[in-house]
């Protein structure tokens, strides 16, 4: 037997992943009783995603998970700081098996936490108007004194919006370097919201792509809906969010994954997590095309011309933006394939740069002028 597809085959088995998952759900509560007997349980804290309504149904994400640390004060070893609260993201102890309610206006759904602590929820809104809506979710322990509530958003999208935008974050929109190796490690470990860096003129191209191209009369269309699809972990959810919003990008739900090990896998499927991502959007809202924006450096491009050739109507274009500059050669590769592709009706787009992709958007009626002089100021050009 080959030692490679036999090793591959029992990573891959549910016996594994079983096996793996129970090993860390014995950990959990041994660290949960621990802290419960010796009095360190920092409190509770509810953390609730971005969500999203379709078909008047809101999708709840949310996590119950132990208080996080407060800070100590700075230390004096260099990106100490940030990488222990990197690390804490991954290691906080959750609670599974919590019974939790969540509230959008008069209308409520109870939902329970699963092994990691998350609870995806379900909530019958009907109809609400286009924009964001606040979402309250409480835990509802018949056991404890105490009740915990963490708030959110869930986006309503507006139904005369002309496109809706689906975005990769890595080395799309933040740079991370995951073709580089060890770089990718090190920004992800050593780096926070306010030090990760953006990839140069994306935030002005996608505000452009919110703004839109106004009428002839001035008049300006419905805003798109925004939605990021990562292979990214739920632990960083509250760092992305900040980086999106300190570097300008538009608000938007965040799909990402739990890296944990489940009675399925030990390990998620990136490539499938954003297949299925990508289905239950169209599912959702299947009028406005999609904007598809993703990088060289992984399967974004496989992904979203899959999803074009399966979707034609429902794609609008798709943009891939080089990753680095390791991913070159595999950039000139898909820009000779994207002569094919259009030619096959299909409008992909192989970018170097967020100006090229600002005009292969223009080309499209997509983004205006503005837009175009926008970007180029952000990547440095002087007027």
């Known amino acids: 037997m080959d030692p490679k597809k036999w090793l591959n085959d029992l990573v891959r088995s549910p016996d594994t992943a079983r096996t793996v998952a129970g090993w860390e759900d014995r950990y959990t509560d041994h ?85 990691h602590g998350y609870a995806s929820i379900h909530v019958d809104v009907g109809r609400l108007s286009p924009g964001w809506h606040r979402v309250e979710v409480t835990t509802e322990e018949p056991d404890s004194p105490t009740q915990f509530t963490g708030t959110g958003r869930v986006l309503v999208p507006s139904k005369s919006a002309k496109i809706a935008v689906v975005s990769d974050i890595d080395d799309t929109v933040l740079r991370t370097g995951l073709d580089e190796g060890m770089t990718a490690v090190r920004r992800t470990l050593f780096r926070d919201a306010y030090s990760r860096r953006a990839v140069p003129g994306m935030a002005s191209l996608y505000r452009g792509l919110e703004r839109g191209v106004a009428t002839a009369s001035g008049r300006t269309p419905p805003q798109p809906a ?31 994954t739990d890296w944990g090990p489940s009675d399925r896998y030990i390990h998620r499927s990136g490539e499938e997590h954003k297949k299925l991502a ?37 794609t609008k274009c798709v943009i891939i933006m080089k990753a680095s500059d390791a991913s070159t050669e595999r950039t000139e590769e898909l820009k000779k394939a994207a002569i094919s592709y259009r030619e096959e009706g299909i409008p992909f787009h192989v970018c170097d740069n967020a100006l090229e992709a600002a005009d292969a958007l223009f080309d499209l009626h997509l983004v205006d002028d503005l837009t175009l002089e926008e970007v180029e100021t952000e990547l440095g050009a002087v007027f």
């Open 31 to 115: 660290r949960r009783n621990s802290k419960l007997e010796e009095g360190t349980l920092r409190g509770v804290q509810v953390a609730v995603h971005r969500g999203w309504v379709a078909d008047g149904i809101a999708r709840v994400h949310a996590r119950v998970v132990e208080a996080p640390r407060l800070p100590e004060g700075a230390s004096k070893v260099p990106y100490w700081d940030v990488l222990n609260a990197n690390l804490r993201r991954h290691a906080r102890l959750s609670f599974p098996d919590v019974a939790v309610r969540a509230t959008i206006g008069d209308a409520s759904a109870a939902g329970v936490t699963d092994h």
């Open 226 to 256: 925004f939605f990021y699809v990562s292979t990214g972990s739920w632990s960083f959810y509250e760092m992305l969010t900040q980086f999106l919003q300190l570097r300008g990008y538009p608000r938007g739900p965040l799909f990402l």
């Open 278 to 314: 990508l289905t239950r959007l169209v599912e959702a809202y299947p009028k406005p095309p999609f904007v598809l924006i993703g990088d060289s450096g992984q399967k974004d491009p496989d992904i979203y011309l899959e999803f074009a050739r399966t979707h034609p109507k429902a």
